[in-house]
T-cell receptor
Framework: GDSVTQMEGPVTLSEEAFLTINCTYT??????LFWYVQYPGEGLQLLLK?????DKGSNKGFEATYRKETTSFHLEKGSVQVSDSAVYFC?????????????FGGGTRVLVKP | KAGVTQTPRYLIKTRGQQVTLSCSPI?????VSWYQQTPGQGLQFLFE???????NKGNFPGRFSGRQFSNSRSEMNVSTLELGDSALYLC?????????????FGQGTRLTVV
């Protein structure tokens, strides 16, 4: 079946540090890839997405590149802020499916200290 | 425009009871998906409804059911509640095209079974 694996947290960083969260996937078809972020007490918000190999998704200083050869979609940010403290989820959906079933990784909690 | 609205936000039920959760999608969105979020299992897909029809279903027992109305609002029902059903239930709405459509999440309903 389809699955997403991401590094376990928590990841603790100082403000302005570089952030990387690793994400790899297995899929039975051609996936679209997503990063979602969940702030305390809230639902999920889409952070960025990529729909084909070598696409780069970017938003709010975050970037991730769809690497088909390594089945990866690692999230990076060059300089984190305290406000980036949240739980980050990598997810996929299969493009062949007539639907919007998202398969999520386990989530990575990020804590940025001032 | 208004986001995805889930009601109620919090719910406490007793084992053996049943519960109904409600989700109002973004205006114009025809797809509504439901997810269960627990610390142990993470985010798991329950089912998706599109134009009043169930389009996808996850691996949950038959005690979990749902429906969608003609105005795209959706309800999720859990019968014969078990302690393990305690979770955050998230609803997501989207336009309904396959693959890479962005899903917008509500804040969730936190269900506690005692």
């Amino acid at each position: 079946g389809d699955s997403v694996t991401q590094m376990e947290g928590p990841v603790t960083l100082s403000e302005e540090a570089f952030l990387t969260i690793n994400c790899t996937y297995t899929a039975t078809g051609y996936p679209s890839l997503f990063w979602y972020v969940q702030y305390p007490g809230e639902g999920l918000q889409l952070l960025l997405k990529a729909t084909k190999a070598d696409d780069k998704g970017s938003n709010k200083g975050f970037e991730a590149t769809y690497r088909k050869e390594t089945t990866s979609f690692h999230l990076e940010k060059g300089s984190v802020q305290v406000s980036d403290s949240a739980v980050y989820f990598c997810a996929l959906t299969l493009q062949r499916d007539a639907g919007n079933k998202l398969t999520f990784g386990g989530g990575t909690r990020v804590l940025v200290k001032p | 425009k208004a986001g995805v609205t889930q009601t109620p936000r919090y719910l406490i039920k007793t084992r053996g009871q049943q519960v109904t959760l409600s989700c109002s999608p973004i205006s114009g969105h025809r797809s509504v998906s439901w997810y269960q979020q627990t610390p142990g299992q993470g985010l798991q897909f329950l089912f998706e409804y599109f134009s009043e029809t169930q389009r996808n279903k996850g691996n949950f027992p038959g005690r979990f059911s749902g429906r969608q109305f003609s105005n795209s609002r959706s309800e999720m029902n859990v019968s014969t509640l078990e302690l393990g059903d305690s979770a955050l239930y998230l609803c997501a709405s989207s336009l309904g095209q396959a693959g890479d459509t962005e899903a917008f999440f509500g804040q969730g309903t936190r269900l506690t079974v005692v």
